[in-house]
T-cell receptor, first 115, second 123 residues
Framework: KNQVEQSPQSLIILEGKNCTLQ??????????LRWYKQDTGRGPVSLTI?????NTKSNGRYTATLDADTKQSSLHITASQLSDSASYIC??????????????FGAGTRLAVHP | GAVVSQHPSRVICKSGTSVKIECRSL??????MFWYRQFPKQSLMLMAT?????????EQGVEKDKFLINHASLTLSTLTVTSAHPEDSSFYIC???????????????????FGPGTRLTVL
């Protein structure tokens, strides 16, 4: 079973609208949780990163929240733009020996913003 | 800073040939590089972890003799898909982890920087 579950699998919204993407995880312990944006045919680009002690992190129109107790995170996109059309991937880092992390990827939510 | 490049961006080859993909960290030294594979509408799957100057560590189910990884320097890792077949067609993405100086907090925010990916199509 995937340790990082994202919903919805895909989403279509109109330009200018807001949306919220969900991420539930079972990874424990975990070091941090990141949201990435991946445009079609491109590599992932980091949007936000939160450690277990952080509840929210913003990056422009992107706001991520984290509830470490319920192991849930969300990514809220405000005033969507056509360029927001992409896959959004939730990635949870599990600590390894030596001070590094192993990344565990969700399957992503494919967002399409229509004019 | 922290730019990772991949070359080529896309490649088409005949079945049975070998293809080499390069991953470079342009403005930082990377002690560790990672190779991922991504099939359509799926997330990234880690194939192997490559440390400079040592053999790569492959994930379960990944054939090390088919996917040859060389990490010859702190800024370059290569992935060679040997005797490629149509089922090897995929999007290959590398990432690089910065070489930190000084103390590093256990399991906190070591960051992997992703390359733009290479689209491999095997005919």
């Amino acid at each position: 079973k995937n340790q990082v579950e994202q919903s919805p699998q895909s989403l279509i919204i109109l330009e200018g609208k807001n949306c919220t993407l969900q991420c539930n995880y079972t990874v424990s312990p975990f070091s941090n949780l990141r949201w990435y944006k991946q445009d079609t045919g491109r590599g992932p680009v980091s949007l936000t990163i939160m450690t277990f002690s952080e509840n929210t992190k913003s990056n422009g129109r992107y706001t991520a929240t984290l509830d470490a107790d319920t192991k849930q995170s969300s990514l809220h996109i405000t005033a969507s733009q056509l360029s927001d059309s992409a896959s959004y991937i939730c990635v949870v880092s599990a600590p390894l020996s030596g001070g590094y992390n192993k990344l565990i990827f969700g399957a992503g939510t494919r967002l399409a913003v229509h004019p | 800073g922290a730019v990772v490049s991949q070359h080529p961006s896309r490649v088409i080859c005949k079945s049975g040939t070998s293809v080499k993909i390069e991953c470079r960290s342009l403005d930082f030294q990377a002690t560790t590089m990672f190779w991922y594979r991504q099939f359509p509408k799926q997330s990234l799957m880690l194939m192997a972890t490559s440390n400079e100057g040592s053999k790569a560590t492959y994930e379960q189910g990944v054939e090390k003799d088919k996917f040859l990884i060389n990490h010859a320097s702190l800024t370059l890792s290569t992935l060679t898909v040997t005797s490629a077949h149509p089922e090897d067609s995929s999007f290959y993405i590398c990432s690089a982890r910065k070489r930190y100086q000084g103390r590093h907090k256990l399991g906190s925010t070591d960051t992997q920087y992703f390359g733009p990916g290479t689209r491999l199509t095997v005919l």
